[in-house]
């Protein structure tokens, strides 16, 4: 297989650079590179991106939020592969780019429960997997991984929509399954945080069961 692949060199999707390939032939080592922690000043109640946040002041919506990374073409194209366009081997190589941070986080936090925004029976049908859980099986073991929450209404893409209809669209979209998470430390996933309308939709959610403490953890804002 090396030997073919080094005949015919994939394209990468970003940088048109042709290379050799081994798990995956969408992106090369190069941009892949370019994914990598970022230590920046973000409200780790909410996410803003302003250091002191009012709005935090008056209600917290996380216990504390973390984020891996500023948003950038390198981490979208990364994720818009994995999750719209469906190459599902890409859950391995953002695993590898975020587990250290993830699990180290959760380490110190001591969290109980891992979940993560759900998607509604339909999209899930069409896709195949949630794309978010498929992250979180190649970093954690399934015990610490709970469906929390589920969706229950089809929605609109949020990228394609303003921040009011970002509002509106999501509005009864989410519902508790139920599941018992009283008194406990729960950490809600998601991949990309714009508004982060999706990630405080789902919080008020969780919220409900009671837990001890809600903690959020996003990818790229």
Same mark, same amino acid.
């Given at each position: 297989m090396s030997f073919l692949n080094a005949l015919f060199p994939?394209?990468?999707?970003?940088?048109h650079n042709l290379f050799i390939f081994e798990h995956q032939n969408?992106?090369?080592?190069?941009?892949?590179?370019?994914?990598?922690?970022?230590?920046?000043?973000?409200?780790?109640?909410?996410?803003?991106?302003?250091?002191?946040c009012q709005i935090c002041l008056k209600k917290r919506v996380f216990y504390r939020l973390q984020i891996f990374k500023n948003n950038d073409r390198y981490i979208t194209d990364l994720i818009f592969h994995f999750k719209i366009k469906g190459y599902k081997n890409l859950s391995t190589v953002i695993s590898e780019k975020i587990q250290d941070d993830l699990i180290d986080f959760v380490k110190k936090e001591n969290i109980e429960i891992i979940t993560y925004v759900p998607l509604d029976k =339909? =999209?899930?049908?069409?896709?195949?997997f949630n794309h978010l859980e498929e992250i979180l099986k190649k970093i954690f073991p =399934?015990?610490?991984?709970?469906?929390?929450?589920?969706?229950?209404?089809? =929605?609109?893409?949020?990228?394609d929509l303003s921040r009011d209809q970002r509002l509106k669209n999501l509005k009864g979209a989410f519902r508790s399954k139920n599941i018992?998470?009283?008194g406990k430390k729960v950490l809600i996933f998601d991949d990309i945080m714009t508004t982060g309308s999706t990630m405080k939709e789902v919080c008020s959610v969780v919220k409900k069961g009671k837990p001890d403490r809600v903690y959020g953890y996003v990818i790229a804002r």
């Open positions: 994939a394209k990468c999707v970003i940088c969408l992106f090369c080592d190069k941009c892949l590179s370019m994914i990598k922690k970022e230590y920046v000043e973000y409200c780790s109640g909410c996410g803003s991106k302003i250091k002191n =339909t =999209t899930l049908k069409k896709r195949g =399934t015990y610490l991984i709970w469906e929390v929450v589920e969706k229950v209404k089809k =929605t609109e893409l949020q990228m018992d998470i009283k």
